[in-house]
């Protein structure tokens, strides 16, 4: 377990912002878990878990606690079936890519398109992850995760985790914080996924006379697309998606938007990244950070001084987006630091 003091957030974040933690332990194995809660406790300090920082957004006065980073590693086969099924375990620290690529390479379908998102296996839980069509609650089976409450480890089924779109126990009401997660367990199985796909997959697939759908060819397919349309973290600071698709859960709400032009999608999907683009704000500039000419739902930092600039450029975005369409977006990634 290495502890280290006063680090800046901004060296632990994709989005390259933040002031100072106080501490940060690494932990290695699962055993360093209770060991680092015990050093928080014993300082008297809140505790924060982060993965590869790629979906949190530091702010300025920084974080008087200890940051907990998520490093470990390892994943295999946990039980295989007769029936073509299989579930693989990856412990928490492992890049998701790097899981979605163990599995593809052994024939297994479920994850495939989760590929090339940035971000950690144990993050995948916390906000559902998903992409083109999938999303981890689709096949996850289970976590082992150490309990802060009851100080003990123990395994969550994924019906305790409630997840929906980018929602879980994890990131919403009464238990956040409560979890570390270390391991996660998946059941896929042999079999290919069957077309249409997500439209922009789909489109990829017929431009480029894709016939063949192992859940390898997919992956490579995802890969491409997203190379296409989103920046690079470690290239381009940034947290993904920087605002949450909008919903709509009634039938009234929905024949107002279509009436009014906007796209609504299966299960009332109004895709943000439209309103983004359609008020016109593709490739503009706020405040050092600027909305990603490819894709309108992404914001990187350019050259962002602080916090209070990203926080300055997402309220001129979504004033603009509401007076135009009247809809308030809302903030994709988690923030870590005292407001
Ligand atoms: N659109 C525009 N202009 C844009 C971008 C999108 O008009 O600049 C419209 C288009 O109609 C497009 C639709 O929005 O067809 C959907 O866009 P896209 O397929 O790029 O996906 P998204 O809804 O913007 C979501 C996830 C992404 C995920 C993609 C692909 C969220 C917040 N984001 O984005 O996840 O990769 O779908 O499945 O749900 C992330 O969460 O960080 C992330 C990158």
């Known amino acids: 377990m290495k502890i280290r003091e006063n680090i800046a957030i901004s060296t632990l974040t994709t989005m390259r912002l933040g002031g100072n933690a106080r501490y940060v ?60 099924r299989i579930e693989l375990y990856s412990y928490s620290g492992e890049l998701l890519d790097d899981f979605v690529r163990y599995s593809t ?57 409630d997840l929906s779109y980018r929602h879980s126990i994890f990131n919403s009401g009464k238990d956040v914080g409560r979890y570390f997660i270390t391991k996660v367990v998946v059941c896929l199985k042999r079999a290919e996924l069957k077309p249409p796909f997500y439209n922009s997959l789909q489109k990829y697939i017929d431009d480029n006379g894709i016939t063949e759908y192992s859940p390898e060819t997919i992956r490579q397919a995802v890969r491409a697309v997203r190379e296409g349309k989103l920046p690079d973290p470690a290239e381009i600071a940034s947290s993904g998606s920087f605002f949450k698709n909008v919903y709509l859960d009634s039938e009234k709400d929905i024949q107002v938007a279509t009436a009014k032009g906007i796209p609504v999608w ?53 004033d603009i987006v509401y007076e135009k369409f009247g809809y308030k977006l809302e903030q994709e990634p988690m923030e870590l630091g005292e407001e």
């Not at 379908?109 to 992409?131: F, H, K």
């Open 266 to 318: 299966d299960g009332g999907k109004i895709p943000s990244g439209w309103l983004v683009e359609n008020a016109g704000l593709k490739g503009q500039s706020f405040h050092g950070m600027r909305v990603w000419d490819k894709a309108a739902l992404v914001l990187v930092n350019e050259n962002a001084h602080s916090y209070a600039d990203l926080a300055a450029a997402r309220g001129e975005i979504v």
């Open 25 to 84: 332990i690494d932990i290695e194995s699962e055993e360093d878990v209770p060991a680092a809660y015990a050093f928080a406790d014993e300082h008297e300090l809140p505790f924060y878990v982060l993965g590869s920082g790629s979906n949190i957004i530091g702010r300025d006065k920084g974080f008087n606690g200890v940051i907990l980073v998520n490093k470990i590693r390892g994943m295999g086969i946990e039980s295989e079936e007769d029936n073509g």
């Open 105 to 161: 390479r052994l024939g297994f379908s479920g994850i495939e398109a989760l590929s090339a998102i940035p971000g950690t296996v144990g993050a995948a839980p916390v906000q559902n992850v998903g992409a083109y069509g999938q999303d981890i609650s689709q096949t996850i089976v289970s976590v082992r995760a150490y309990d802060q409450l009851f100080e003990d480890f123990v395994e969550i089924p994924k019906i305790d985790m």
